[in-house]
């Protein structure tokens, strides 16, 4: 995979400038000289973003796995590819080589084919962080079926929504999973939730934990014996470029969750090149991102763009304070990791415990740390950079999301200085610019804005599955012509962009995307709730939590405040996964809206924050004085 080749800041302004000017030239280069196609593409891009149509690499075919495995055996066949670091620090690591991983994905292909799943199907797989869910995902990559992951912390009712949206054949899942000293039962979760889903024949079970599971009669299957007598050869399906290669759900800030739609050749020429250069990525080097493979940052960093490049990625199943808050560091020491990718709220919880817990492992082989999933606040980049990368390794605030991909705003290592809390500049090929109020760009520095992409980019998701319009609403309706981030920034006087937070109600809590509608709903359910409104308020280590405003119908009146606030908590974690359970509830009589019936979050937002004046203009309210009950009740 090439790199850049710019040593400092003034040579990436140059490269930067020529990506701008000529972008067809600069990506047909790319493509073309890393990697294995079966045939070559007639253009480069062919996109009209008014209509929320993007194609790259048209009539091009192609597929992904051989470039993450076929293509390295001749040179690096036994180099290893995953090392999968268990939960327990006493079972032993696994060294899964790049022979070993062509012979698990194509046995794998295999048995998938033998269960009936073609090129086109859906797939759904719900496992915790073991190699089979990397062997099962390149797997369906494989065969042309499409991925969905789900990560394996959502409820069954969220599985079942997401398994129902895309209508998958098949669910792959585990008897269970570890995570810290808690075994969590996977395989009951995914029987509750397929009693809602007919569209589910086949559900194949790998054994981690040796939980006692029901395995139903024509439905369920343990996968090791179906993998024993599966053929070990298997032909890679030929992809056009712009099949779809996965489907993964975001939150919206309304309605259901968006299953975001990437395709095969752009997301696989984009999630290698940035790999590459983001990481500063060298041969021998051992790469090593915590994020689980259920979100983006592991599909694209875990898995396809470290394989693309022949890496070493390491899988974890564990979590960071298990056994001790030590975890991490001793796995960067007992792996001699290079690059070190994590979220702010994990170097929070862990820059809260003492120091000795790092201070321990010298971190040596590390070269570049990076950040994603939520701005990075200063103390936590300031802690980051001292103690884990010793000010010597650069800290790459990368900035992306599932919508996008790959990593879009971040310092390249070695080449731009960093600046604490700023994502820096745009990688080459990206075209941001932020938009104000009257939906105009806005070209001075020292500004903020609205964040949008105003240049189609390889890796974009190109549709929400089975409902375009909606993609073309949420992303293309606000700015028209212009990919919309839904992302507030701030741009400085050299141009760094620091990116202020979402703009819309979206709450990032602990790295995780939560809608806050399908939250309210799911409380509105509950027989004592008559409305809700959620917003997110700062919190130290999770980054934001969530404060729940709940009026409660009459008969709901009478009852136990405590008790009910454990009840809606439950049926919160129910509905979507403990994940999005509220922090605060307080409970009101009415909520501040405007004539239009519109909550006016802003409000309650400050309120949830603690600051009770400067509300703005709230002459457009239906209910003034609401705000000062809601106030006094906080208070
Ligand atoms: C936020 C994760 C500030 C942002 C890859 C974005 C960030 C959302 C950063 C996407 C960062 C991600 N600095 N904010 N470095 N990285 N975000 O889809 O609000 O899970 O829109 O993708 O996370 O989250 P998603």
Same mark, same amino acid.
């Given at each position: ?89 006493? $079972? ?9 991983? @062509? ?43 499409? @991925? ?34 808690? !075994? ?29 599971? !029901? ?53 696989? +020429? ?9 990481? /500063?990525?060298?041969? /021998? ?7 689980? =493979?259920?979100?983006?940052?592991? @599909? ?37 990791? !290079? ?13 809260? $415990? ?13 070269? +570049? ?18 103690? +884990? ?6 800290? +790459? ?32 090929? =990206? ?36 409902? @375009? ?167």
């Amino acid at each position: 995979m090439s790199r850049y080749k710019i040593n400092n800041l003034e040579e990436y302004f140059k490269e930067y400038k020529k990506s701008v000017r000529e972008p067809k030239k600069f990506w047909d280069k790319i493509a073309s000289e890393n990697f294995t196609w079966y045939q070559q593409w007639d253009k480069v891009v062919d996109f009209n973003l008014a209509e929320a149509e993007v194609k790259w690499f048209t009539e091009a075919k192609v597929n992904i796995t051989k470039n993450c495995i076929d293509r390295h055996l001749a040179k690096k066949g036994d180099k290893t590819a995953i090392i999968f670091e268990p939960n327990d620090p006493a $079972e032993e690591a696994q060294h899964i080589s790049y022979n070993d991983l @062509h012979l698990r994905v194509s046995k794998m292909a295999n048995v998938l084919k033998e269960q009936g799943v073609n090129k086109g199907d859906r797939v759904c797989i719900y496992l915790p962080m073991i190699p089979e869910l990397a062997v099962a995902t390149l797997a369906c990559a494989r065969i042309g079926a499409i @991925h969905s992951v789900v990560f394996a912390g959502f409820s069954a009712s969220a599985v079942a929504t997401r398994i129902k949206d895309s209508e998958c054949k098949i669910v792959i899942t585990s008897d269970g999973g570890y995570r810290g000293n808690k !075994t969590i039962d996977l395989k009951e979760i995914i029987d509750e939730a397929l009693t809602e889903c007919d569209c589910v024949k086949t559900v194949l079970v790998v054994k981690r934990t040796n939980n006692a599971v !029901t395995m139903k009669e024509g439905r369920d299957q343990w996968l090791q014996p179906l993998l024993d007598v599966a053929l070990e050869n298997n032909v890679a399906e030929i992809m056009d470029a712009e099949d779809p290669l996965f489907i993964l759900y975001t939150s919206g800030s309304t309605g259901k969750p968006k299953g975001m739609v990437h395709t095969t050749a752009g997301y696989m +020429v984009y999630t290698a090149y940035t790999f590459k250069n983001v990481f /500063n990525y060298e041969e /021998n080097d051992v790469y090593w991102c915590t994020a689980d =493979i259920g979100w983006i940052t592991g @599909h694209s960093y875990i898995l396809y763009g470290p394989l693309l490049n022949g890496a070493t990625t390491v899988i974890f199943e564990g979590v960071p304070s298990y056994p001790d808050y030590s975890r991490f560091w001793e796995i960067i020491e007992k792996h001699h990791i !290079t690059q070190f990718y994590t979220a702010p709220t994990a170097i929070r919880a862990l820059a809260k $415990e003492s120091l000795d817990y790092v201070q321990k492992f010298p971190l040596k082989s590390l070269k +570049v740390i990076g950040s994603v999933g939520e701005p990075i606040n200063e103390e936590a980049w300031h802690w980051y950079n001292d103690h +884990v990368g010793d000010k010597r390794c650069p800290v +790459v605030d990368t900035w992306w999301q599932t919508e996008t991909g790959g990593i879009m705003i971040s310092p390249i290592p070695f080449v731009t200085p960093t600046k604490p809390t700023y994502a820096t500049l745009p990688l080459p090929g =990206i075209q941001p610019v932020l938009m104000d109020e009257k939906r105009n760009e806005i070209e001075e520095n020292q500004v903020v804005g609205s964040l949008c992409i105003k240049f189609p980019w390889p890796g974009i998701a190109r549709t929400i599955w089975g409902d @375009h319009q909606r993609y073309k609403d949420t992303y293309f309706s606000a700015f028209p012509g212009k990919y919309f981030t839904g992302d507030g920034a701030l741009r400085d006087e050299v141009g760094y962009y620091r990116i202020t937070g979402r703009v819309d109600d979206v709450v990032i809590v602990s790295g995780h995307n939560l809608g806050t509608a399908p939250i309210e709903d799911a409380i509105n359910e509950h027989p004592a709730v008559a409305e809700s409104a959620i917003v997110g308020f700062p919190h130290d280590v999770k980054g934001n939590a969530l404060y729940g405003f709940v009026i409660l119908k009459e008969t709901g009146e009478q009852r136990d405040r405590n008790n009910l606030i454990k009840e809606i908590n439950q049926q919160i974690s129910n509905q979507i996964g403990p994940i999005a359970k509220l922090d605060k509830i307080q409970f009101v009589s009415g909520l501040p809206k405007t004539r239009s019936g519109k909550i006016m979050r802003r409000i309650l937002r400050k309120i949830a924050e603690g600051e009770f004046d400067n509300f703005g203009d709230i002459t457009t309210l239906l209910n003034p004085e609401i705000v000062e009950e809601i106030k006094q009740g906080k208070i």
